[in-house]
């Protein structure tokens, strides 16, 4: 059996609450080496851009809250 295919099997067999588990420690592990991760040309490009609307004072900022509420209440 290939070494991906145990893991999933491995995987299904787990509660749902040992499964949230290993994706936070495999998230954990991931973010440690985030600056080994590549960025593509078009999103450092994306980035730089709204990084410079944000310095302009180009775009309107929104309290994170607030913007959770609205989506709460457009989606119920």
Partial sequence: ???AEKIKRD??????????RL???IWDQVSE???????P????KELD????EYESEKV????VQAVH???RDLYK
């Fill in 41 to 44: 040309e078009w999103q450092k």
């Fill in 49 to 52: 851009r709204r990084y410079e």
């Fill in 60 to 63: 309107e900022l929104h309290e």
């Fill in 1 to 3: 059996m290939i070494v």
């Fill in 11 to 20: 995987i299904s067999l787990l509660s749902v609450n040992d499964k949230l």
């Fill in 69 to 71: 509420d609205q989506l």
């Fill in 23 to 25: 994706i936070e420690e």
């Fill in 33 to 39: 080496k985030n600056n080994s991760i590549p960025l």
